[in-house]
């Protein structure tokens, strides 16, 4: 399984350990990843996700999974969010309609 963020895509990133007599070791850092299911009120499931804790945090403060997706662009998410977001909006525009 890959260790990217199933929201915002945020992946593993490449850098220097850099020690006290400034040697440097390649390393990698890895994105806190978590395991939620995250309620969507519009569509009325719990979705399964692995999301980074700061992409959390995010969605908490947005007001929920419906409103972080609604707010962002689809340009900056991965496909599998952009598709959620874009079963959010057709379920608003059908309640609309009706």
Request: charged fraction near 25%.
């Given at each position: 399984?890959?260790?990217?963020?199933?929201?915002?895509?945020?992946?593993?990133?490449?850098?220097?350990?850099?020690s006290?007599?400034?040697?440097?070791?390649?390393t990698?850092?890895?994105?806190?990843?978590?395991?939620?299911?995250?309620?969507?009120?519009?569509?009325?499931?719990?979705?399964?996700?692995?999301?980074?804790a700061?992409?959390?945090?995010?969605?908490?403060?947005?007001?929920g999974?419906?409103?972080?997706?609604?707010?962002?662009?689809?340009?900056?998410?991965?496909?599998?969010?952009?598709?959620?977001?874009?079963?959010?909006?057709?379920?608003?525009s059908?309640?609309?309609?009706?």
């Open positions: 399984m890959a260790r990217r963020c199933a929201i915002t895509g945020t992946g593993s990133q490449s850098g220097n350990k850099v006290h007599s400034n040697r440097k070791t390649r990698r850092f890895m994105p806190n990843l978590q395991h939620v299911s995250l309620r969507s009120d519009v569509l009325g499931t719990n979705i399964p996700l692995r999301v980074t700061a992409t959390l945090r995010s969605i908490e403060h947005n007001g999974l419906d409103g972080y997706l609604l707010n962002h662009s689809a340009n900056k998410m991965t496909p599998e969010a952009a598709k959620l977001k874009r079963q959010i909006k057709k379920k608003i059908d309640k609309k309609a009706a």
